[in-house]
């Protein structure tokens, strides 16, 4: 069974940092590109970026500069470093996993950026 389980979120000042964990079980990790998403409510799902099984990482403009996402295939976690948070940075954060045409999903951890 794959699972995908993200954690980390929480409650943060504007300015603030966090860093969000996805952890995998039932894949083969390295073979995957895993990516952060978003969502707050009444809107579409947005990719926050994407890491490649080759290292290469990709990240939407509004976060550019503020966030990182990183990988470690020994222990089948990607992470996303969240840095000078915003409060339009609220938002349930989705962790994935891709390879070709299979994708799975975790279940979501809240971030809530406000004073």
């Known amino acids: 069974q794959v699972r995908l389980v993200e954690s980390g979120g929480d409650l943060v000042q504007p300015g603030g940092s966090l860093k969000l964990s996805c952890t995998a079980s039932g894949i083969f990790f390295s073979f995957y590109s895993p990516g952060w998403y978003r969502q707050v409510p009444g809107k579409e799902r947005e990719l926050v970026a994407t890491i490649f099984s080759d290292g290469r990482t990709n990240y939407a403009d509004s976060v550019k500069g503020r966030f990182t996402i990183s990988r470690d295939n020994a222990k089948n976690t990607a992470y996303l470093q969240m840095n000078s948070l915003k409060p339009e940075d609220t938002a349930v954060y989705y962790c994935?996993?891709?390879?070709?045409?299979?994708?799975?999903w975790g279940q979501g951890t809240q971030v809530t950026v406000s004073s």
């Open positions: 994935n996993a891709n390879w070709y045409t299979t994708t799975y």
